[in-house]
């Protein structure tokens, strides 16, 4: 069992490889792989996309529209994704704006893609489809914040003088993955958090909190001292710029109990 694991997982790297490729060969051109959602809500939103001139959605926010609108993305991970990448095959050899996943103010921007008929295979839109599903998680392990568990963290905490920062919040919560895409991915958020906290993120669903500590709603942000005392409890999903007071303020509340 262990071996045909670790041969899927090997298989799943393969094709995902192979997809990047077809993707820079097919896509690229018109779709940019990675903006921050902060940026492009700034350039769609505010700037009309006269801001970052942008040809076509980029990867991320399709990877993560797609895996939010077609099918169910609290089902089976497998079916899933064959919904998604069924989706996606379809509409590159029939485009249709009417039919697109992305929002109205960023579809507008854009021109009709061109039909890639004849110009793709279909295994070839499978490969692309799993690296299509794939990147949204590859870009938040790559960028966004680092968690460790509380018993770490608190060692942590004590050794470099930091704050914990708990994010309590479940699997199937919206804006607990909201903010993951937008707000703690962003680089002056991370950097942020690495300069002066240590945040763990429990799934209150399927684990208790520590210090008997309890959340109602998710995401609640819980703010720790090295000593274990609780600075504040704060329930709610942030934007980048309310987050980042909130950072302060658990600075500042630290300062207070020292």
Known sequence: MKTLMIIGIMLSSLMANEGKVLFDKHCASCH???????????NFLDHNNTLLHLKAPTLNQLSYRLKQRIGDPKGDEDIHRMEVTAFMSDYVLHPD?????????????FDTMPSLQGKVTQEELDKIGEYLYDFDKKVIKEKGVTYEGFDEALKRAKKEHKIIMIEAMSEDCHFCRKMEHEVLIDDEVVKALKKDFVPVRIDIKKHQLPLGLKAELTPTFIFVDEKANILSNVPGAWNKTDFMQLLREAKTQRKEKE
Do not use: A, D, G, Y
């Not at 940019?32 to 700034?42: Q, S, Y």
């Not at 704006?97 to 921007?109: A, I």
């Open 32 to 42: 940019t792989p990675f903006i921050p959602m902060e940026k492009l809500k700034e």
């Open 97 to 109: 704006k009417q039919k697109s996943v992305c929002l109205e103010e960023v579809v507008r921007n």
